[in-house]
T-cell receptor, first 110, second 113 residues
Framework: RKEVEQDPGPFNVPEGATVAFNCTYS??????FFWYRQDCRKEPKLLMS???SGNEDGRFTAQLNRASQYISLLIRDSKLSDSATYLC???????????FGRGTSLIVHP | DAGVTQSPTHLIKTRGQQVTLRCSPK?????VSWYQQALGQGPQFIFQ???????QRGNFPDRFSGHQFPNYSSELNVNALLLGDSALYLC????????????FGPGTRLTVT
């Protein structure tokens, strides 16, 4: 089993839809979790850190489920500009180095 | 606030050659990590430098080496290039005292022919 796993998609959704991605991790001792957005042929950009209590930033909500060892990203009211690859990153165990998933591709269409 | 910068942006090399990539961290950051990203994959960790020392290394051969300078900037060197080394090389910086969020530079796209 990979340390960090994501469904590569693509997720094809219409504008205005709500879409959610999950990311599972293998090590229950993992402490830090992040979501990044990566546009085609660009660098990953930090979208948000994921806290135990969950956090929200505008249309984006991140949740952590320690019992089932996954994090989620919910995007409400999808915009065309949300089309990108969403990478999750997990500091496995006590490591200060994040391990990245392969990313989930989101395509928002008119 | 200066972000992470990398040079060059693109590079074409021949098998067997050597390459040096450069990175300057975000202002206030002291730690630099290097990643290799193949098409359709997530970034794969190569190594991390802190206080001019390699602090941790991923599963990459010794052909991959690095350096960190007193001003926190860093270099990645790859010797004896293979076709499989063609990828986007990303530099990320962070602050050792936390939080551990990493900020990426624009990357160097290396093509080995």
């Amino acid at each position: 089993r990979k340390e960090v796993e994501q469904d590569p998609g693509p997720f094809n959704v219409p504008e205005g839809a709500t879409v959610a991605f999950n990311c599972t991790y293998s090590n229950s001792a993992s402490q830090s979790f992040f979501w990044y957005r990566q546009d085609c042929r660009k660098e990953p950009k930090l979208l948000m850190s994921v806290y135990s209590s969950g956090n929200e930033d505008g249309r984006f909500t991140a949740q952590l489920n320690r019992a089932s060892q996954y994090i989620s990203l919910l995007i409400r009211d999808s915009k065309l500009s949300d089309s990108a690859t969403y990478l999750c990153a997990v500091n496995i165990g006590g490591s200060y180095i994040p391990t990245f998933g392969r990313g989930t591709s989101l395509i928002v269409h008119p | 606030d200066a972000g992470v910068t990398q040079s060059p942006t693109h590079l074409i090399k021949t098998r067997g050659q050597q390459v040096t990539l450069r990175c300057s961290p975000k202002s206030g950051h002291d730690t630099v990590s290097w990643y290799q990203q193949a098409l359709g994959q997530g970034p794969q960790f190569i190594f991390q430098y802190y206080e001019e020392e390699e602090r941790q290394r991923g599963n990459f051969p010794d052909r991959f080496s690095g350096h960190q300078f007193p001003n926190y900037s860093s270099e990645l060197n790859v010797n004896a290039l293979l076709l499989g080394d063609s990828a986007l090389y990303l530099c990320a910086s962070s602050f050792a005292g936390g939080p551990y969020e990493q900020y990426f530079g624009p990357g160097t796209r290396l093509t080995v022919t």
